[in-house]
């Protein structure tokens, strides 16, 4: 049996106030070619189809133009399941009058998760749609109240899973998740605070092959049949050495034979220019690709005019300027800090040494301390 494995579509997605459906959409072209050429059996969306809940009208009609060409066109059956910023209900609609057509989409936590079964010269291969949910929602959908965080919520699910798995039938997990070791992005939202929305890959045992949304970078867990399609498009700068690909799998009699990355490349690449203003600029001119997305990382010392709108005259399509000498060395160095963590008078005091070069005075660090603690005031007295 052949599957084409996808996820993390994130349509309607704006990058420093930037919308990129069109971006998207175009890609979206390519990945209905590949199913077109390649004529899978199935194709899985393991979920962040859309960027937020409630999503723009225009990506919506992406989305249906999108499956229409997949499931009405190419009659390629299609699995989804909702994904941490997808609204479960509202990706869900008309779920059971789609599923006639061919397009299965399962959105809220329910007790039980029903499969779809196709067969193939093998026999039978069951096929199970694990939408995200957050440990409250299972522990409702279940009626356990013990089950405290991701890990055990998705634990007992899939118990319930294996329990409808027939002798000798082949089993395949679509879920939306973030497993321990594998590699992060800063354009994935956190599934929780303090590191508790994390499941250890043990728990995937059994399953002949496990396509996964949440994390951005295609990549494997280890040797087991356990795989992040990856995002559709870079959708930060951290992601810029990232090749982005859609997963097609070939499953035999006793598994999986091979897999495939099935390359996914955009009109616009987001990408890293680094040196003085003055090279990007003379670059820029020659460049065949200066209608990319660009962060310019400026090694210029002292004051620049109108940095951006010049960068821009060559590269029209920048997104953001990082001045290197001005950050230093060590700070590039450092280790991301969690933000929420950090005061705000120590917030302030980094973003006056970075536009400044120099450090808060005392005499300084008075005054915003004053100033913060009256805000404190206001807010707790009105």
Request: charged share 25%; aromatic share 6%; net charge negative.
């Given at each position: ?83 941490n910023h997808d609204g479960a209900d509202r990706l869900a609609f008309g779920a059971q009058l ?100 994390a499941v250890g890959a043990e728990l995937f045992a059994g399953f002949d092959f496990v396509a ?59 990408r890293a220019l680094g040196g003085t203003l003055a090279d990007i600029l003379a670059q820029g ?98």
């Amino acid at each position: 049996m052949r599957l084409l494995h996808s996820a993390d579509w994130h349509l309607g997605r704006v990058y420093h106030g930037v919308s990129l459906l069109a971006e998207q959409a175009d890609v979206l072209h390519q990945f209905i070619d590949h199913a077109a050429l390649h004529r899978p059996d199935a194709i899985l969306l393991a979920g962040d189809i859309y960027d937020r809940a409630m999503p723009p009208a225009d990506a919506v009609r992406l989305l249906d133009q999108t499956l229409t060409a997949l499931v009405v066109d190419l009659e390629i059956p299609v699995i989804v399941i909702a994904g941490n910023h997808d609204g479960a209900d509202r990706l869900a609609f008309g779920a059971q009058l789609l599923a006639r057509a061919g397009l299965t989409v399962r959105g809220p936590a329910l007790a039980e998760v029903t499969p779809v079964r196709l067969h193939d010269a093998h026999g039978p291969v069951a096929i199970f749609p694990l939408p995200y949910a957050d440990p409250p929602t299972v522990r409702h959908a279940l009626g356990d109240e013990a089950l405290a965080d991701h890990h055990a919520a998705l634990a007992a699910q899939l118990a319930g899973i294996r329990a409808q798995v027939q002798p000798g039938e082949r089993s395949v997990l679509v879920a939306h998740a973030f497993v321990r070791g594998a590699k992060e992005s800063e354009s994935e939202r956190d599934l929780s605070v303090g590191g508790t929305g994390a499941v250890g890959a043990e728990l995937f045992a059994g399953f002949d092959f496990v396509a996964l949304g949440h994390l951005h970078r295609p990549q494997q867990i280890g040797q087991l049949p356990v795989q992040y399609a990856g995002s559709l498009l870079k959708y930060s700068f951290s992601e810029l050495d990232q090749a982005k690909s859609a997963t097609l799998i070939e499953l035999g009699a006793n598994g999986v034979v091979s897999t495939q990355r099935l390359p996914l490349r955009p009109r616009r690449d987001l990408r890293a220019l680094g040196g003085t203003l003055a090279d990007i600029l003379a670059q820029g001119r020659i460049d065949p690709r200066n209608q990319d997305y660009v962060l310019a990382r400026l090694t210029d010392e002292g004051g620049l005019l109108d940095a951006m709108a010049r960068l821009r005259a060559v590269y029209p399509n920048a997104l953001a300027i990082e001045r290197v000498t001005l950050a230093g060395d060590a700070q590039a160095e450092a280790p991301r800090r969690d933000f929420r963590k950090v005061r705000v008078t120590e917030l302030f005091g980094d973003f006056y040494r970075e536009v400044t070069g120099k450090a808060l005075d005392a005499a300084g660090e008075d005054a915003l301390a004053a100033v913060v603690t009256d805000l404190a005031r206001r807010e707790v007295t009105a």
